[in-house]
Nanobody, 115 residues
Framework: QVPLVESGGGLVQAGGSLRLSCADSGRLFSISRMGWYRQAPGKQRELVASITNGGSTTYADSVKGRFTISRDNAKMMVYLQMDSLKPEDTAVYYC?????????WGPGTQVTVSS
């Protein structure tokens, strides 16, 4: 499987912003559903946002109005713009690809929001 590579994580103060990027080099990117998940210590991995190949988006209630997912099919990139960050957004964020019955994950990028 073609790997996914996340970038853009880091340490930010509450109220700040970060933009996560996920690079995909697979030929099926344009027909893939892409998503961002996160996992905080001691918690299950949860969906943050997803975007279909047609551009339809879904968000977790906890991030609606603060996070925006987008994709660039020409560059085979998916992004997560995170604004008004809260300490509870602290987690490892994972890029996810679903296509043709197959699911793949990136290694994750740490996001830490200090209060």
């Amino acid at each position: 499987q073609v790997p996914l590579v996340e970038s853009g994580g880091g340490l930010v103060q509450a109220g700040g912003s970060l933009r996560l990027s996920c690079a995909d080099s697979g030929r099926l990117f344009s027909i893939s559903r892409m998503g961002w998940y996160r996992q905080a210590p001691g918690k299950q991995r949860e969906l943050v946002a997803s975007i279909t190949n047609g551009g339809s988006t879904t968000y977790a209630d906890s991030v609606k109005g603060r996070f925006t997912i987008s994709r660039d099919n020409a560059k085979m990139m998916v992004y997560l713009q995170m604004d008004s960050l809260k300490p509870e957004d602290t987690a490892v964020y994972y890029c996810n690809r679903v296509v043709s019955g197959s699911t793949d994950w990136g290694p994750g990028t740490q996001v830490t929001v200090s209060s």
